[in-house]
């Protein structure tokens, strides 16, 4: 059985910064792409940032470019989403989602598994 558990949301004044990590256990995610996306209130879930396990390859939404880095842990089956210069339209559930075809692809539908989810909450 394959898990995602994220971590690390929380409420953060605008300018500020979160550091949320995500988990990966059940397998070896060796060749697995791993992606961050959010979801706010009456919105769609959106892409955010994206990892290819071996390489290292970053991809990023045009919206956080600049403000977030996406990076992973090998070792640990872990990957993290350092995000700075928060602003209020940062607020969303932040799910991590694990890529088998390793492409690291802006697409939810491309993912296989997904967290539960972690609540980030930017204030103004």
């Known amino acids: 059985q394959v898990q995602l558990v994220e971590s690390g949301g929380g409420l953060v004044q605008a300018g500020g910064s979160l550091r949320l990590s995500c988990a990966a256990s059940?397998?070896?995610?060796?060749?697995?792409?791993m992606g961050w996306f959010r979801q706010a209130p009456g919105k769609e879930r959106e892409f955010v940032a994206a990892?290819?396990?071996?390489?290292?390859?970053?991809y990023y939404a045009d919206s956080v470019k600049g403000r977030f880095t996406i990076s992973r842990d090998n070792a640990k089956n872990t990957v993290y989403l350092q995000m700075n210069s928060l602003k209020p339209e940062d607020t969303a559930v932040y799910y991590c989602?694990?890529?088998?075809?390793?492409?690291?692809?802006?697409?939810?539908?491309?993912?296989?598994?997904w967290g539960q989810g972690t609540q980030v909450t930017v204030s103004s």
């Open positions: 990892i290819t396990w071996i390489v290292g390859s970053t």
């Open positions: 989602a694990a890529d088998a075809h390793g492409l690291g692809s802006s697409r939810s539908r491309e993912y296989d598994y």
């Open positions: 059940g397998r070896t995610f060796s060749n697995y792409a």
